[in-house]
Structure formats: C-alpha cells, structure tokens
C-alpha cells in the first residue's frame, strides 16, 4: 500500500481528478542495473509526469504536477522546460481582457511568487536560475530582481549561479549604447533608472566586499561592473575610474596583503588599461620584505594614498608581491642588453620555490627557464 | 615541522575562518612521520565494493536529486572500474547497454532518463558510457546512436554566437559545448558549419583572472536592443574550475578546425599564460595538501584533482610545459629510445605528487568510495573524478607527434569530401600517448591506476575503440618504446 504523502497531500493515483491519466512507468519489462531507490511519492509523481508528457497535455494542472516533481527533485531539468512550455502555451491562450493594463497575467504573477520561495530554497541548482531568466524574459521587469539576489547573497554570498544571473540580468536590460550613453529610450524615466542601477551595484560591491574581503565573486563582479558594463568613451573619465580603482585595490591590499583575489583584481585592470606593472613598483616593494620594526611601524601615520604599508600584522613577505615584482623585473630584464633585472628576477622566483611557495616549485623553475629562454634567440 | 597555515593577516573573515576550519581537518590527515612508514594505499577493493555495490544493489533514496543524471551515474560508476583497470562481465555489460539505450530520445539526444528531454550533458556521459560497455552490431549500442538525428538536435541548440543551449529553452554553458565536441569528434559527425564561431566563444568566457567562467553575455540596452562590438561582452560568473577544463578541452577539439579555417577576421585567441597562473594557483599549499580548488579564495575539494590537475595535459597540446615542448638541449621524448639525455625537468607544471597525497590522504573515504574533503561522505561523482585526477597525476599522457604520424601514414582515403579533416581530427584526438617510463607513482605500484585520455576522460583504448568504429579507420598497433636509459633517467 503507497504511504500517505508527508504533507497530507494524497498521492495523483488516489486523486480523482488525475483518473484519466493513465501513469507510465519508467522502466517497462527491464530489471534495470544501478536503479535509485525512489520513494512512493516521487515514483508516483514522475510516472504521471512522463504519461503528461508522452501525451503532450498543456493544461493548468500540468503546473500542479510539474511543481511537484520540482519540489521533490529541483535539478529535474524536462519538468522545469516542460513547465515553461506550459506556462507559455496557456499565458498565449487565455489573454485576457480582466487583467488591468500594465499589470502581469495572474499566471505569470503566480509563478513569480512561486519562484521567490523556491530560489531561495533550492538556490545550488542550475535550473531554479534560469527559470528565472525565462520569466524576466517574459515580464521584461529587471527591477525587483536585483533585491532578490541580495537577498540570496546573503544566505549564499559565493553562490555561482546566483551571481552569474546578476551578470545576466544587468547586461540583458541595463547596456549603454556604443556612444557610451544609456540608449535613449522614449521613456526617459527608463534611462535615468539605468543609470542609477550602475552607481547602486557598485555600492553593492563595496558593502559585499566590507564584508569579506576575500570574496572572490564580489570582486569578479567589481570587474564586471567597472570594465564591462558599456564604460564611458571619455578619456578622462576613464582614468579618474581607473585611478580610483586602483586606489581601491590597493587599499584592499593594505588591509589583508595575502589575499590572491586583490592581486588578481589588481593584475586584471593593469592589463585591462595597458598598464606596465613597474608602475607599481614603489607600492609593492614594502610587501616583499619581512615585516619592519615597531619604529618603522610609527611611519605609517603619514599617509601615503598612492602607497598604503601593509597592516601591522600583515604576514610579510607576502607570496603574491613576491610573484609581482619578479613580474616586473621580467619585463625589465627581456628589454636591457644586461642581465641584471632578470637575474633580480630569478632570485625572487627562487625564494617562492625553495621557501615562499613551493608547493609551486615547478611553476616557478619553469618561469625561471622560461626568462632565460626569452633572452637568447631560438635556433 | 608543521605545515604553515595560510595567512590571515590579522584580519580574519568569512572566507579565512571557513579556510582555517578547513586546514585544522586536513593536517590531522597528513601522517606523522614518526609513528608510521608505510606508504599511502589506494583503498582499490573498498572503492571496487562501494561501486559494485551502486552497480548492482543500486543507489540510496538521496539520489533522487540526480534522477536527471542517470547517465552520469552510470558514467562515473563504469569509468571508474576502468580507471580501476577492472572491466565488466558480458551480461552486466549487456545491462548497462539495454539501460542506456532507453534514454535516446526519439528526435535525437540522449536524456536524463526515459522520458526525459534530450540534454548536452546526459549525451556526453551515455555515448562515453557506450564507448566503455557498448560494441558494434545489434543490441552493442553503438549501431543504434541515430547520428543523424544526432546532429540535428545539436543543431537545433545552436546560437548565433557559436554556443549552444544545453537542451531546448535551457541556458547556455560551456559545459555543453565540451559534451557536444566531444560526442561530435568520437562519432564522427563534425562539420565547420555545427562548430563555427564556436572558438570565438570559448575565448569570451576567459576571465582577468586567466580561467574561465560558464558563459558570456553580450549587453543589451534598456530599449531592448543588442549592442553590437565595440560593446562589451562579460564572462558571466567568475573563473571556475570546471569551467576552465571545458573550455580548454573545447579549444583543443577545435583546433583542427581553426588551422584550416580562412577567414578574413584574426582567428580568435586565449590568454595562455594567465591561464596557466590561474592554473597553479588553484593548487592548495602543504596544509592543504595540494589538493586543488576551483575558484580564488574557496577550498580544495577532490573533484578538482581532474577538472584542474587534469588541465595541464590540455596545455601541452597547445605548447605550454611538456618536454616535447620545451626550448632546450633535451630530447623530444618522441625521438626513441635511450638517445640524447634525459632531464627530470619534465614531470609536470604542477605538484604531482602532493596532489596524489591530497587524494590518497583526504580524498579516500575509510569505508569505500572518494569524496570532496574529509569528514564528507562519498559519492559517485567525486569517486570518478579523484580517481581520474590521481592517474593523471601518476603518468604523463601527452600529444605524441610521432603517434599521430602512425594515424596519418595508416589513414584508409575515403571519398567523403571532408576527408582531409576528419584524417586530421581523427589523428589529433588519437595522438594522446602515455610517455613510458615516466609514471611517478605515490605509494608504489600497488596504487597504479589506468591513464585516461586527457580530452574524453576515457582510457586510451576505450577512445581509440569507438573513433575507428565510426571513422572507418583501423588504429595501427602501439609500440612500446623502450625507457630512457638507465644513466639519463637517474637525474
């Protein structure tokens, strides 16, 4: 005898409004090899789902019978397309004339709803995201959307999914057009809207980053919404943000020095504006040496914007300066007819094999040959 | 001496305290030198019986959250016995083929299921699955993969930007793209027109941070337009692990298709050497014990011992590490035995041996199976994908130019008119070869796995059974090259 639903809710076999549905079994006439040991509840849900399916039925208690699968199984991809499948076919069919103007259909409202519950609750998969994606589609409201994932950063602040749909969502609505501008839309209400989503999401990112530092996904999306959000054509608005950037980077630095997604960062909008690493040289060298004496410590009331000292209890040296600086003396080194820089080069990489970093002492001999290679010409 | 932990600088936060939480487990795994001297043991009968007992008795009632997945089940659970050197009897094998079989959709695809909706990802893990247990002829699984329908359904997924959904009205990701290369260069069923645009791509998903994220994205305005170039085109998520192996692995499978490309536009391009920064950096210091993580700043979990150790055997096809690479007096391994000396100089880019000790260590659990970190539970995804990381810590499989020339030279010329580049695709996919003699195995020869394929994470054999199947071609037979010399080799 099947056990009673968990919830109270009889099984779709005890239900007479699903008695015309004839379920269909998984596997017919096979003893399968490495079968999942289902409940009663899930066997009897997918059954009816596959009959839906096989009969290709699109009708209102097709949502009812999907949303148990998902419930029970949330990475159930065919129920999440079947769903949506549905819900279009049924949102096209039954327009009508009660809903106010510039209100969503009730069915579409209702789905949101549910979507607000379930993403928070099954917020590791990939298929309550992009459901999500296809509503917003079909709504074309962003807006509220951008609450919600703080909401779900909050219980989950690296999730990959849920970034990655903010990364989505703000290039799918929010671009400005190739003169640098919001695209001038009729509604200029829309355009000023855009443009203080920008200044909002980078705030979002300084508040994610107040609180952990060592956020790697809050720093990808600093990238994202600095560098690839459409930019400014100025030049010299350009620089003011790389600039600030680079303070910010720098800053961050400062505060916690062995933090590889800073450096990552830093490196990242270098390279992203065409900007030689020796620049930095003065700023990175307190971090490549042990930590200095109490007195020294004193200096560090003066305040030095460009180059903030590491933090008193920095752990100095700090393995990714090490890498930095050798990185610039590289670059010296392959341009001079000496070989100074690049011998300044080695021994740094040398100290990150045998005593900073080795359990990358491979990388860092294969870097050492690498630069030697660089100086002579290939045969 | 006690490994360092990492630093916190006297500042800690979420992610230090998750890390040192972290580390206080794994250092309580390293074995203290003084009370023991034996060597670390693979567990092979405790993992043989945790899979036997998936493959037989069946899975418990918590994966009902992989009901969607069952090709991946099997997958990993076949795969692994592979890797394990263990195949399976006839009438098991004949099991595993009728179960699959169920899952093609009747337009083409293999599903999650039967029922289930054609997907990217349930095709790669069904057709890899077939190359394992299936065969030629009636009920052997391979004659019954309508190709045809194949490749429309990976057709009907396609984008303008070159990437594909990975089923009907689902999201693009890179992870499809691997599935659908590989399945497409193993059944033969590759054209220009499936793969174009592709690469380009793949070389948007690569982060400032030198891996690369699950897709891109072009920019929209709030009118609703699409933004055409100069406007930017953003990674969506950050440089992942798993990502980054797809990607790579899909840059590789391109390639032959690139070289004969002719396009007015600059062929697309990676960053190689930030990508192999990110790469290293993955690798987790001694207190971790060199196991690797997927992302900046998160923890080492076993499954990354594949999707990122298991990435730099990809770079060597493109020229980054690898002796037969390397810009010095030593000898391409290709040349034959025992000439010319032989340099230690060439085990790798990574440290090999401390991510074996990772899995050996941390990664087996006591009672069977492998799993992320200690104290997890383990499962099915993570047996496979540790125990494919460790063999690919343990040998050197690389392109081998002298293989690939054995393919080429053996080619039987077909009237096809693509016949120049499926000679080519055909000798690329099968030029991997493991270099003899080179295996460093952590623990003795007891521990001693399979190689897998770097590209299709099936062995060597398993790979070349089912390309010659659908290309026509015969594989002419592997010559072992006798080891370097005993003088060269000493270094």
């Known amino acids: ?379 | 001496m006690e490994p360092r932990p990492t630093p916190i600088d006297g500042f800690p936060t979420p992610t230090s305290k998750t890390q040192a939480e972290t580390e206080a487990v794994l250092i309580k795994h390293i074995p203290d030198p003084a009370s023991t001297s034996a060597p670390p043991a693979l567990l092979k009968n405790a993992h043989m019986q945790f899979l036997v007992r998936n493959l037989i008795q069946g899975f418990p009632t918590r994966y009902i959250s992989q009901d969607a997945s069952q090709p991946w089940l099997l997958f990993w659970t076949v795969q692994a016995f592979s890797v394990l050197q263990v195949g399976l009897d006839p009438g098991n094998k004949q099991r595993v083929i009728d179960k699959i079989m169920t899952w093609q959709h009747p337009d083409g695809g293999f599903g999650g299921g039967p029922g289930q909706a054609a997907h990217l990802l349930a095709t790669y893990a069904s057709v890899c699955a077939l190359a394992i247990v299936g065969k030629p002829g009636p009920k052997g699984g391979w004659d019954q993969i309508d190709r045809e329908k194949l490749y429309n359904f990976f057709m009907s997924l396609k984008q303008k930007d070159g990437s594909f959904l990975v089923a009907h009205h689902s999201e693009v990701d890179v992870r499809g793209i691997y599935c659908l290369l590989t399945v497409a260069t193993l059944l033969d069923i590759i054209t220009p027109e499936l793969i174009e645009g592709t690469a380009s791509f793949i070389a948007s998903c690569q982060t400032y941070e030198g891996g690369f994220a699950s897709a891109s994205h072009p920019f929209y305005s709030h009118g609703g337009t699409l933004l055409p170039p100069p406007a930017p085109r953003p990674a969506l998520g950050e440089a992942h692990g798993g990502y980054t192996f797809c990607c790579l692995a899909s840059w590789v499978l391109l390639q032959p298709y690139l070289a004969e490309a002719s396009t007015p536009e600059p062929p697309p391009q990676i960053d190689l050497k930030n990508l192999l920064r990110w790469l290293v950096n993955m690798q987790g210091i001694e207190i971790e014990l060199g196991g690797f993580k997927g992302r900046t700043n998160k923890l080492v979990d076993g499954c990354y011992s594949w999707w990122c150790g298991g990435a730099f055997a990809l770079l060597e096809a493109l020229g980054v590490g690898g002796i037969q690479n390397a810009d010095s007096e030593e000898v391409p391994i290709d040349s034959g035995p025992g000439a010319g000396v032989w340099d230690d100089v060439d085990d790798g880019l990574f440290n090999r041996q401390a991510l074996q000790e990772y899995i050996l260590y941390a990664g087996q659990h006591p009672s069977g199976g492998l799993r992320d970190k200690p104290p997890k539970n383990a499962d099915a995804y993570h047996t496979l994908y540790c125990l494919s990381g460790l063999s690919s810590a343990q040998h050197h499989v690389f392109p081998s130019s002298v293989r690939r020339q054995q393919l080429f030279d053996a080619w039987k010329t077909t009237d096809n008119p693509q016949d120049g580049l499926r000679k080519k695709v055909f000798g690329e996919i099968l030029s991997w070869a493991e270099e003899e003699g080179s295996s460093h195995i952590v623990g003795g020869k007891e521990n001693r796995l399979n190689a897998t394929h770097p590209l299709t994470n099936l062995t060597i054999t398993h790979t070349e059974g089912i390309a010659s199947h659908f290309y026509g071609q015969k594989v002419p037979p592997r010559v072992l090259r006798a080891k370097p010399t005993a003088d060269a080799s000493a270094a």
Request: include cysteine; aromatic fraction near 12%; glycine fraction near 4%.
């Open chain 1, 1 to 379: 005898m099947p056990l009673p639903d968990p919830d109270g809710v009889p099984l779709f076999a005890e239900r007479p409004e699903w008695a015309d549905v004839l379920p269909l079994e998984q596997y017919e006439d096979v003893n399968p090899i490495a079968p999942i040991f289902y409940t009663e509840e899930y066997k009897a849900a997918t059954n009816y789902f596959r009959a839906i399916v096989k009969a290709g039925e699109k009708s209102p208690r097709v949502m009812e019978l999907t949303e148990s699968v998902i419930r029970q199984n949330p990475a159930h991809y065919s129920a999440w397309q079947y769903r949506y499948e549905t819900l279009t076919f049924l949102l096209a069919s039954t327009t009508s004339d009660s809903t106010p103007k510039g209100a969503l259909p009730p069915l579409l409202a209702a789905e949101l709803t549910l979507m607000d519950e379930l993403a928070v609750q099954f917020l590791k998969t990939y298929q309550v995201w992009h459901h999500r994606r296809l509503l917003v589609s079909l709504t074309k409201q962003p807006s509220r959307e951008l609450a919600l994932i703080k909401r779900s950063l909050e219980v989950d602040s690296k999730n990959y999914h849920t970034w990655s749909y903010r990364q989505w969502l703000l290039s799918s609505f929010y671009g400005a057009d190739e003169n640098g501008r919001e695209q001038d839309d009729d509604d200029e209400g829309e355009t000023i809207e855009a443009r203080e989503v920008w200044e909002a999401e980078l705030d979002f990112v300084d508040t994610m980053l107040a609180q952990d530092v060592r956020n790697n996904s809050a720093w990808h999306h600093r990238f994202f919404v600095v560098f690839h959000s459409g930019g400014t054509e100025h030049e010299a608005e350009k620089e003011r943000i790389f600039k600030r950037e680079l303070v910010y980077a720098k800053q961050s630095i400062s505060l916690a020095p062995s933090n590889p997604s800073a450096w990552n960062y830093l490196r990242g909008i270098l390279t992203h504006t065409r900007t030689p690493f020796a620049t930095l040289e003065t700023f990175v060298k307190p971090y490549t040496v042990a930590q200095k004496s109490a007195g020294d410590a004193e200096k560090r009331d003066i305040v030095d914007l460009d180059n903030p000292p590491p933090s008193a209890e920095a752990e100095l040296p700090c393995v990714q300066a090490l890498e930095f600086l050798a990185d610039i003396f590289e670059t010296q080194g392959a341009s001079e007819p000496g070989k100074e820089n690049t011998e300044k080069a080695v021994e740094l990489w040398k100290s990150l094999a045998n005593q900073y970093d080795t359990i990358r002492k491979k990388y860092w001999e294969y870097r050492i040959r690498e630069a030697h290679h660089g100086k002579e010409p290939r045969t």
